[in-house]
Structure formats: C-alpha cells, structure tokens
C-alpha cells in the first residue's frame, strides 16, 4: 500500500492543530472516590493529575479507579495510585511523532505539555478526526479543479483493513484517492468514490473484525468492495437509515456514530449492495458508473 500521502500530511500537521484544548485535570490531593465521581461527572475515562502549580505530575484512568475499589482502597489520595512518570507529548510536536508515542505504547490518551503545563489531550480518535477534515477538504478544493482525461483504463488492488486501528484509519481511501487522480478520473468520479470508501473503510474499523478493501478500476467504472469478517448487519434496511448507529460511547466521543456512514455512501455511488452474515461478516459492494451515473454532474451530491 502507497502511504506516502499520508506520511506527509502526519509530517505536515502538528499536535496542537489537532489536540483538545479543554483538559480537565485532576489535582493531586483528591482522593480516589473523588477522581470517580469527576471522571464519571466528565465522561471522560482518564485524566492528567496535577500538582498545586498546576505542573503535570501523573495520569489517571479508570482503570485506575477499579483497582482501587477492588482493593477497598477508594478512600486514599490520587497521588499514589496515579501512573508516573507521564509519556507526554508537545504542542509542536508532528502528529506521526504522536501516532509513534500510541504505537509504542498502547494507550489512547497523549497530554500536551508546554513547559510542565499541559495544554491539550490527544486522542488517535482526534487524529483520525482532522484527517478526514483535510481529505474532505482537499476534495472539495479538487472538485473545482481540471476535466477527465483518463490514463490508466484497468487496475485493481486489495488493502487490508484492520479493526480498531485509529491511527491508520483513512489510509486506505487516500491511497485510492491518489490512485484515481494517477489515473485522471474526473473531480467528481474521485470526490464520490472516496467519500464511499472512507465511510466504508471507517465501519470495516469501528464495527468489524477487520478485513480488506478491493478496488478494481475497469472502462465502465470503479468497483469498490469492502469485505470484511465481524458481528454482520443484523437488519440492513435499518442500518440504512439515516441517524441509525449501534457506536458505542467511546466511538460516538471520537466524532463517529451519526449513523450517517451507509447513507452517504448510498447518496456517492450508483449501486450499493450489502450482504452480511451474522456473526460471520459483512460485504458492501459499490460502484460507480463512468458514464452513465459518475459523470453526470446533476446526479445529487450529499455535500
Ligand atoms: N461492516 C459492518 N459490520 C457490522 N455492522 C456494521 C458495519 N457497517 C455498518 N454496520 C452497522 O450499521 C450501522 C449504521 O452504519 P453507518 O455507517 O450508517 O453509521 P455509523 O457507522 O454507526 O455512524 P457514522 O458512519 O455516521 O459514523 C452501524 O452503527 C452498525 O450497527
Ligand atoms: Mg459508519
């Protein structure tokens, strides 16, 4: 797979472009029931612990909190049971040095730190977010863009897709994205092809076990098929509609979870055609016509 583009734009795009600036930090001296309850009031699932000038000292999880009350401990101070020292990363920092920090280490949560102070949070869920915001941003800017004037006729590629990977997530559409523009596809043919892939790859991410993408470029038009292995669409008429979404909290905190996923693919491409299993996987097979639907400029566009 070509990551090339997106190798860049981790190298381009820097951590404060993309981290939450509203923490909510836990001071040091609050006991463990207290780190429970503001975790629980927050929704969030872990914290940055700081000392009384404020200066990063611990993180906090959940985690955390259930070991204490497994061990009848909730009642001792926060500053014992922490994790330290902290891995932290900096406002100018490059997101691929964040993405490093998440691979070597596991964990979901990253605090930006200025000096001692942190400053942000940094979710894979934050990265994936603003990745889709430039994708879709260049796409519109390409919208405007040159006509068709195709050079490759045929091709074809599978990609594999990997559950729960939100790091990478994304990477499959704009290596599709960059060969369809190689090939001189139309703005248009492009612009739906990779809204449909990448609400396809991000369902193959979230709700799946994973799988792979197979995009076959022919005469006629682009095949995209997205296969993958998981719990399957228990009813796909109601997965169909809009708002509809069976994401989990934590998803839905990342930015996904609208339930819009299905319907604009549906709105991108001339056929869709979803087959799935239950409890073995999922196939979501689209295609766009070249010249009797993906060129035609009045076709309704979701945008
Ligand atoms: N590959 C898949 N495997 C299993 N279930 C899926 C798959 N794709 C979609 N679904 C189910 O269909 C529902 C609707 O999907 P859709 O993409 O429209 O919304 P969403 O993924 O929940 O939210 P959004 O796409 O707006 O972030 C999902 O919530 C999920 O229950
Ligand atoms: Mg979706």
């Given at each position: 797979?070509?990551?090339?583009?997106?190798?860049?734009?981790?190298?381009?795009?820097?951590?404060?472009?993309?981290?939450t600036?509203?923490?909510?930090?836990?001071?040091h001296?609050?006991t463990?029931?207290?780190v429970?309850?503001?975790?629980?009031?927050?929704?969030i699932?872990?914290?940055p612990?700081?000392?009384?000038?404020?200066?990063?000292?611990?993180?906090?999880?959940?985690?955390?909190?259930?070991?204490?009350l497994?061990?009848?401990?909730?009642?001792?101070?926060?500053?014992?049971?922490?994790s330290?020292?902290?891995?932290?990363?900096?406002p100018?920092?490059?997101?691929?040095e964040?993405?490093?920090?998440f691979?070597?280490h596991?964990?979901?949560?990253l605090?930006?730190v200025d000096?001692?102070?942190?400053?942000?949070?940094?979710?894979?869920?934050?990265?994936?977010?603003?990745?889709?915001?430039?994708?879709?941003?260049?796409?519109v800017?390409e919208?405007?863009?040159?006509?068709?004037?195709?050079?490759?006729?045929?091709?074809?590629?599978?990609?594999?897709?990997?559950?729960?990977e939100?790091?990478?997530?994304?990477?499959?559409?704009?290596a599709?994205?960059?060969?369809?523009?190689?090939a001189?596809?139309?703005?248009l043919?492009?612009?739906k092809?990779?809204?449909a892939?990448?609400?396809?790859?991000?369902?193959?991410?979230?709700?799946?076990h994973?799988?792979?993408?197979?995009?076959?470029?022919?005469?006629?038009?682009?095949?995209m098929?997205?296969r993958?292995?998981?719990?399957?669409?228990e009813d796909?008429?109601?997965?169909m509609?809009?708002?509809?979404?069976?994401?989990?909290?934590?998803?839905?905190?990342?930015?996904?979870g609208a339930?819009?996923g299905?319907?604009n693919?549906?709105?991108s491409v001339?056929s869709?055609?979803?087959?799935?299993?239950?409890?073995?996987?999922?196939?979501?097979?689209?295609?766009?016509?070249?010249q009797?639907?993906?060129?035609?400029?009045n076709?309704?566009?979701?945008q």
């Amino acid at each position: 797979m070509n990551n090339h583009e997106v190798g860049s734009l981790q190298e381009k795009l820097l951590v404060k472009d993309m981290m939450t600036c509203q923490v909510v930090t836990v001071p040091h001296d609050l006991t463990m029931e207290q780190v429970k309850a503001l975790l629980g009031d927050m929704a969030i699932t872990g914290a940055p612990v700081v000392d009384d000038k404020g200066r990063i000292c611990g993180i906090v999880s959940m985690f955390d909190v259930l070991k204490a009350l497994e061990e009848n401990l909730l009642s001792l101070p926060v500053a014992g049971r922490m994790s330290t020292p902290v891995i932290v990363t900096t406002p100018d920092s490059t997101v691929a040095e964040a993405i490093a920090l998440f691979r070597q280490h596991r964990f979901n949560r990253l605090p930006v730190v200025d000096g001692e102070r942190v400053v942000g949070m940094l979710t894979p869920g934050d990265i994936v977010r603003k990745l889709a915001n430039v994708l879709k941003l260049d796409l519109v800017e390409e919208a405007a863009g040159p006509q068709e004037n195709r050079t490759i006729l045929q091709w074809a590629e599978e990609f594999p897709v990997a559950a729960g990977e939100f790091g990478q997530a994304g990477e499959v559409s704009i290596a599709i994205k960059k060969k369809l523009q190689e090939a001189g596809l139309s703005p248009l043919v492009i612009k739906k092809a990779v809204i449909a892939a990448y609400e396809a790859e991000m369902n193959m991410v979230i709700h799946s076990h994973g799988g792979a993408f197979e995009v076959r470029m022919t005469p006629e038009g682009v095949l995209m098929t997205a296969r993958d292995q998981g719990p399957g669409i228990e009813d796909v008429a109601k997965a169909m509609e809009e708002g509809f979404s069976t994401a989990p909290q934590n998803i839905r905190r990342m930015g996904f979870g609208a339930g819009m996923g299905l319907p604009n693919i549906k709105r991108s491409v001339d056929s869709l055609e979803i087959t799935s299993r239950i409890g073995q996987g999922t196939e979501v097979k689209m295609v766009i016509h070249f010249q009797d639907g993906g060129l035609n400029e009045n076709k309704t566009d979701h945008q």
